[in-house]
């Protein structure tokens, strides 16, 4: 997990079987972000100011620097145990990584605002960022491969001949996913305050729709991880500062048995929208752990009869 200590101190911690916990890796005490990630058999580190991912192929112990000064990645996937994907968030670059080495090294594979000159431009005359200043999250079912964009031009492209061509399969760039155990559903989270729900797509109509909006129940929206764990789906939504001066979201843990009907776990708020707030997930230890403002609980993954006794949001037209 990745830890800003109280003297400041970027690092990773490792929580081992026995329930101890210790830091792994030390980073720097300048201000940014961190994320960490496991792919593959490997483990990855990800750290602004300066850029560098590094790797890990002994849980932690020793690591190597893989990519530097190029930025970091949202997201990290494996098609294989060789063949991974990053997709880069970078100011004003939206460019797919590739990694044909277990992610060892990284080259750039597909550049979308390449792909999509159209949105290769500022937002405004004053305004330096493009319309598409980077990527968001990455999905490979086993035969297509799904590519969320931010922040302005914000779609879902997917492509089904290894990313020669790209349709859009929404009109909102997602920042995480769950996909049914069958492989015919794929849940989409979104990353806006007031606009899009959680989607759910069919993969072989290729149809989109959204049958949870966080806004309908004064929710926030960014939703930046979502688990499948025993047919269960958890997705944790948080807010973050912005510009709308009268939402003051709620945010919190929720569950779905079936991706469409969803209950709240934990909920907290309103509060107000210049508060940021954050929450992630992750599964391990036969247990699902669960980030909330710097602070790390677990709980055991729920039951599908844990859904007979409690009560959904309330269903949408």
């Given at each position: 997990?990745?830890?800003?200590?109280?003297?400041?101190?970027?690092?990773?911690?490792?929580?081992?079987?026995?329930?101890a916990?210790?830091r792994?890796?030390?980073?720097?005490?300048?201000?940014?972000?961190?994320?960490?990630?496991?792919?593959?058999?490997?483990?990855?580190?990800?750290?602004?100011?300066?850029?560098?991912?590094?790797?890990?192929?002994?849980?932690?112990?020793?690591?190597?620097l893989?990519?530097?000064?190029?930025?970091?990645?949202?997201?990290?996937?494996?098609?294989?145990?060789?063949?991974?994907?990053?997709?880069?968030?970078?100011?004003?670059?939206?460019?797919?990584?590739?990694?044909?080495?277990?992610?060892?090294?990284?080259?750039?594979?597909?550049?979308?605002?390449?792909?999509?000159?159209?949105?290769?431009?500022?937002?405004?005359?004053?305004?330096?960022?493009?319309?598409?200043?980077?990527?968001?999250?990455?999905?490979?079912?086993?035969?297509?491969?799904?590519?969320?964009?931010?922040?302005?031009?914000?779609?879902?492209?997917?492509?089904?001949?290894?990313?020669?061509?790209?349709?859009?399969?929404?009109?909102?760039?997602?920042?995480?996913?769950?996909?049914?155990?069958?492989?015919?559903?794929?849940?989409?989270?979104?990353?806006?305050?007031?606009?899009?729900?959680?989607?759910?797509?069919?993969?072989?109509k290729?149809?989109?729709?959204?049958?949870?909006?966080?806004?309908?129940?004064?929710?926030?929206?960014?939703?930046?991880?979502?688990?499948?764990?025993?047919?269960?789906?958890?997705?944790?939504?948080?807010?973050?500062?912005?510009?709308?001066?009268?939402?003051?979201?709620?945010?919190?843990l929720?569950?779905?048995?079936?991706?469409?009907?969803?209950?709240?776990?934990?909920?907290?708020?309103?509060?107000?929208?210049?508060?940021?707030?954050?929450?992630?997930?992750?599964?391990?230890?036969?247990?699902?752990?669960?980030?909330v403002?710097?602070?790390?609980?677990?709980?055991?993954?729920?039951?599908?009869?844990?859904?007979?006794?409690?009560?959904?949001?309330?269903?949408?037209?």
């Amino acid at each position: 997990m990745a830890v800003q200590e109280d003297d400041g101190l970027r690092s990773i911690w490792k929580r081992t079987e026995d329930g101890a916990v210790k830091r792994v890796f030390p980073a720097n005490r300048l201000p940014g972000d961190m994320f960490v990630s496991g792919v593959g058999g490997s483990i990855f580190i990800e750290q602004t100011n300066p850029a560098r991912v590094y790797r890990s192929t002994d849980d932690g112990e020793t690591w190597n620097l893989a990519l530097r000064d190029e930025g970091v990645f949202w997201k990290i996937i494996g098609q294989d145990a060789k063949n991974l994907y990053g997709t880069l968030w970078e100011y004003n670059t939206a460019v797919l990584y590739r990694s044909t080495d277990g992610g060892k090294s990284w080259e750039q594979w597909k550049d979308f605002q390449k792909l999509f000159p159209q949105y290769a431009v500022r937002y405004a005359t004053a305004d330096d960022r493009f319309l598409m200043r980077h990527l968001h999250a990455v999905l490979f079912d086993g035969k297509t491969m799904y590519v969320g964009t931010g922040d302005n031009a914000r779609f879902t492209f997917a492509s089904s001949d290894k990313g020669e061509h790209w349709n859009k399969v929404w009109d909102e760039g997602f920042t995480s996913a769950a996909t049914s155990a069958d492989g015919k559903k794929i849940l989409f989270g979104p990353d806006k305050l007031k606009t899009h729900g959680v989607a759910l797509y069919d993969v072989d109509k290729q149809t989109v729709t959204e049958p949870w909006r966080p806004s309908v129940f004064g929710y926030a929206g960014y939703t930046y991880s979502m688990l499948r764990v025993n047919d269960v789906y958890y997705m944790a939504m948080h807010t973050e500062a912005n510009e709308v001066s009268d939402y003051h979201p709620k945010y919190g843990l929720l569950a779905s048995p079936d991706g469409v009907r969803w209950y709240a776990l934990v909920e907290y708020g309103p509060i107000s929208n210049t508060l940021g707030s954050t929450m992630y997930l992750a599964e391990g230890q036969g247990l699902i752990f669960v980030a909330v403002d710097g602070k790390l609980y677990a709980f055991d993954p729920l039951q599908k009869g844990w859904f007979d006794t409690h009560a959904a949001f309330s269903v949408q037209s």
